[in-house]
């Protein structure tokens, strides 16, 4: 059934608000929008046409709202160094295979934090408007970063002398969803909770952030440690990433301020699941993640309003299928299964510019969702497993 006016009956709808799951409904999309969403009585007459998904389970359309399409999730070093001298063809080939993976686990939309050569953006720009482009992709192009400090992956170090705010302004390229600050280092592997300090100032942060809203971006925020992530939320950055040992106040202010976090829990399990477990890289990889999962139920009391992101590209984070090792570690953190999808939908929404919809299954709203065999309780699990996946009322 590959039309835009159906009925669904489903087991189970998981709609992305975050409400409990609906059990037994009917679905009815007309034009590709969702007309109604009713209950279905086990002893009620079905409609004349119908798809039968009453062994599924619904939910919309994930995001990842922190990946590197133009790096690999791969572990080996030398490989990991040689993606920087990659031509665009050779990183063309490689993201096509990150989308294919994408849309193989239930993910729609990607928000992009950016890669050395702005590939990610080169190919969003070439892939925009294909009829047969599923993955909606949002791109920062590159990331900003203080020369000699970490981020050269990522992009461009900002020349001695010159703002933030002049490069966010004079470097725009067109396409761009999305600015990338990278304010800090990364997390150390040999001591625990080794913090480092930022890149730039606040006030730098605040004009950079004035310089992209008036250019009508967002600007995503690398931070951890409690200085660099305190700057960021100070300077109304929208977003902050990853935010490993960042601290309570942090999260109080985060809670305050309305700043959006994107813990990428999924990066240290990764780290563990790549190492010797007598290796002091693991042992100090396995008390990262234990800690951010405190972080994250802290979050959780203080009414964080988290987003999923999960760094794919980062060593031993793949494209697609980290999405659901992040579900289960933020429903390890205390989310329930319908609180980790508002994560992965709703609450990725509000992050990107002109998202392509409400990240919800509900009334007047896109029909984009997945049918994920099994029930509710199956999940993220399932999402290997999927039955199929919808656009605006298409099966694709």
């Not at 605040?206 to 600007?219: Q, T």
């Not at 609450?347 to 919809?357: G, L, R, V």
Request: aromatic content about 6%; glycine content about 10%; proline content about 4%.
């Amino acid at each position: 059934m590959n039309t835009q006016n159906m009925t669904i009956r489903a087991g189970w709808l998981i709609d992305g608000s975050g409400r409990p799951v609906n059990k037994n409904v009917l679905i009815n999309i007309a034009g590709g929008i969702v007309s109604s969403i009713t209950d279905f009585f086990p002893d009620q007459q079905p409609p004349d046409k119908q798809l039968d998904l009453t062994d599924c389970t619904i939910i919309p359309a994930l995001c990842d709202s922190h990946t590197h399409l133009a790096i690999s999730g791969r572990i080996d070093p030398e490989i990991r160094e040689n993606q920087m001298a990659y031509g665009y063809d050779q990183a063309e080939a490689m993201i096509a295979g990150h989308v294919r993976d994408y849309i193989k686990h239930g993910v729609l939309t990607v928000r992009d934090g950016g890669d050395f050569n702005a590939y990610a953006l080169k190919y969003k720009n070439q892939s925009s408007g294909k009829k047969d482009h599923h993955l909606s992709i949002y791109a920062a192009g590159i990331g900003l970063h203080v020369k000699g400090r970490y981020g050269q992956l990522l992009g461009m170090h900002i020349t001695p002398g010159r703002e933030l705010s002049q490069a966010i302004l004079e470097d725009f390229r067109p396409g761009m969803d999305h600015v990338k600050i990278v304010n800090s280092g990364v997390n150390s592997l040999t001591e625990f909770g080794k913090e480092t300090s930022s890149q730039f100032t606040v006030d730098e942060l605040k004009d950079a952030v004035r310089a992209a809203e008036s250019i009508g971006l967002k600007v995503m925020v690398h931070a951890n440690g409690n200085i660099p992530v305190r700057g960021a939320i100070e300077a109304r950055c929208h977003t902050v990433e990853h935010g490993f040992f960042m601290g309570e106040d942090n999260l109080k202010r985060m809670a305050d301020k309305g700043t959006i976090w994107v813990p990428t829990i999924c990066t240290m399990k990764a780290y563990m699941d790549n190492s010797d477990p007598e290796s002091g890289w693991h042992k100090v990889a396995e008390k990262n993640l234990i800690h951010q999962l405190e972080q994250v139920e802290m979050a959780i009391e203080y009414g964080v309003t988290i987003a999923l992101g999960t760094d794919a590209g980062s060593p031993g984070v793949y494209h697609g299928s980290s999405v659901i090792e992040e579900l289960g570690l933020l429903i390890k953190a205390g989310l329930s299964i319908e609180e980790a999808i508002k994560c992965a939908t709703s609450n990725t929404m509000q992050i990107i510019n002109d998202a392509p919809n409400t990240g919800t299954v509900s009334k007047d709203n896109q029909a984009t969702f997945v049918a994920v065999k099994g029930k509710p309780v199956d999940l993220p699990g399932s999402l290997k497993e999927i039955r199929g996946i919808w656009v605006k009322g298409k099966n694709i």
